[in-house]
């Protein structure tokens, strides 16, 4: 590619202000050690000629970007697909901004190319990550590693206990599964089934963990596993209402699989929540809002954890607490 | 912030090498003149290490990162709302990835933080930068202008006719709304109105020329402006409807718009299309076909745009033209 504008240069600078290169270069990158008057000057040269600083070599001597990069460990069509990731963003984004780092968000078209992002990573263009959605498979964590660039993780990563100086923000996934599934419990439910998330992320595993914490002795055929999407949600449905045809009450683990459960029951016949009871979980809006009927479901605080991963990153790790957990809250609608 | 993890360096790789610093920067560097023995040691040292060259170093060498940056001129909530620029990401993620370059999505709150977009892109972080959806009087043009980074525009920009090696990728705005207006003609409509996009992008000004093409003498009261939502959409449609209540067709300046005006006619228990018929302006996936009625609009290929953009920009932009223009298609459907 070929520069197409022409662009002020450092020596331009120092001419017009009758100055060395360096101390141009000095003044440029906040150097000690030139006088105030010539100081003003370069400034002065500065704004009349426009000149921006070439970053990759002031970085070099800053080590500063005031960029953060946010690595969602999806497909592009699947991070502007879900809602979530959207949330998750405006939270990072309104915290970088109010702190006026640029967010700089690495999409990739799948797992393949997460080398390349690694490269980018190590490649000095930004002074941290934010990385969400991982799966327990993905060769993203070794690369941020080997890039040695600070990292905050969204989602509990499925490897912390193994590795030092890992900083992760998460909801209380387990706890929430176990707040949806006492509830329908105490709605006098007894056959209650639960379609999972992809079971490579620990926010499905959790929410697995704590349907089981609750229904010990659960008959295994009332368990299907998903993968967080609609369609998955209403293929398992038709999966589970075969199997078992008794069920009386589903415990979907997040949203948009209950909205495709719920597709599915209509199709069914099956009324809800007479018939079978509903419960999801995100508090999505719009989703969980419009599904019909209103959906009950276990809310964390997405555009929070978002916020939250982005003030960690930018206070600094070495003082950062390993892990911060966010509490969930059961809101109920019409469907249980 | 604070490196969390341990990173191979140059010195190691070259210790474990056996050979000198030199010679391994001039190996990773791709430079010529060593020996492919010592080659072939430096790079299994590498290899051994997980050693990741520092890239901000290294691109002062070979001015290359493989990594292209993406600036949508809206706030970051609006580019996740509106699905055009989805596709529009789509096409440019999937062309820019079939060339194993870095999509480095660059989000902001809103203008106020071009500026420091304008500082990044000036970083030396990217090889060039697409940007769409750029309003009149945006600072961003100037800014990339200063950086000097080869730049393709999606969407003619405002104030193309002023400079050179401009280059832009856009959709026939113009003709697509001349031939909306005359399939309303042509179904026998005469009090046709218009509700445009905000007219300081050339998008929607180019389609309001496109309407005023063809209905020459229309009454000025026939045109409202909006902002290319729904909300937008739905609150225009009811102004004209107050101002006009014999009007018998709308043509929308895009889909989003169509939909809110398909509300407010409902609302006003207009039928459409025996009372007024309604076209759009994108065809847009899922919008035009969910709305009741489905919504007959102009097509444009949108992800076709992102991805001729990318490819420009990765030929090089000195043999590129200075535009291309991508035809639009009439979709029928029950809306008129």
């Keep these: 590619m070929t520069d197409t504008a022409p662009r002020p240069t450092l020596e331009a ?53 005031d960029a953060v990069a946010v690595i969602v ?3 592009e069509s699947r991070v502007f697909a879900d809602p979530f990731f959207a949330r998750q963003l405006r939270g990072i984004s309104k915290e970088l901004t109010a702190h006026d780092n640029q967010l700089v968000l690495l999409l990739t078209e799948g797992r393949d190319d997460h080398a390349r992002v690694g ?9 941290g990550a ?8 993905d060769p993203l964590p070794e690369l941020i590693q080997r890039a040695g660039v600070p990292t905050v993780f969204g989602g509990r990563p499925g490897w912390s206990g193994g590795r030092d100086g890992v900083v992760y923000v998460d909801s209380d996934n387990r ?10 419990l105490g709605l006098g439910r007894a056959r209650i089934a639960h379609i999972t998330g992809p079971l490579d992320q ?21 368990v299907e596993e998903g993968d967080f999407t609609a369609g998955t949600g ?10 078992c045809p008794d069920l009386d009450a589903v415990f979907a683990a997040n949203d948009l699989t209950a909205a495709g459960a719920l597709r599915a029951l209509r199709e069914h016949g099956r009324r809800v929540p007479d018939d079978v009871a509903v419960v999801g979980f995100d508090d999505m809006p719009p989703i969980a809002e419009q599904t019909e009927p209103a959906l009950t479901t276990v809310r964390q605080d997405i555009e929070e954890m978002g916020r939250l991963m982005a003030r960690l990153l930018l206070r600094g790790l070495a003082q950062a607490p390993s892990s911060v ?12």
Tied chains: 1, 2.
């Design 202 to 222: 620990t926010s499905a595993a959790d929410r697995l963990d704590g349907y089981r914490d609750v229904m010990v002795d659960a008959d295994p055929r009332l």
């Design 119 to 127: 490269r980018y990573l190590a490649g000095g263009h930004v002074d």
């Design 234 to 243: 209403e293929r398992a449905m038709h999966a589970l209402l075969a199997r």
């Design 13 to 65: 600078v120092a001419a017009r202000a009758g100055v060395s290169r360096a101390t141009v270069s000095r003044v440029v990158n906040g150097g000690d050690g030139v006088r105030q008057a010539l100081v003003e000057r370069v400034q002065q040269a500065v704004e009349e000629l426009g000149y921006v600083p070439n970053q990759a070599a002031r970085s070099l001597v800053t080590k500063r970007h």
């Design 175 to 184: 706890g929430g599964a176990r707040d949806a599934v006492r509830h329908l």
């Design 130 to 137: 934010l990385v969400f959605s991982l799966h327990l498979d």
């Design 325 to 336: 957990i966010l509490p969930t809250t059961l809101v109920r609608r019409a469907s249980a």
């Design 73 to 75: 460990a999806e497909p």
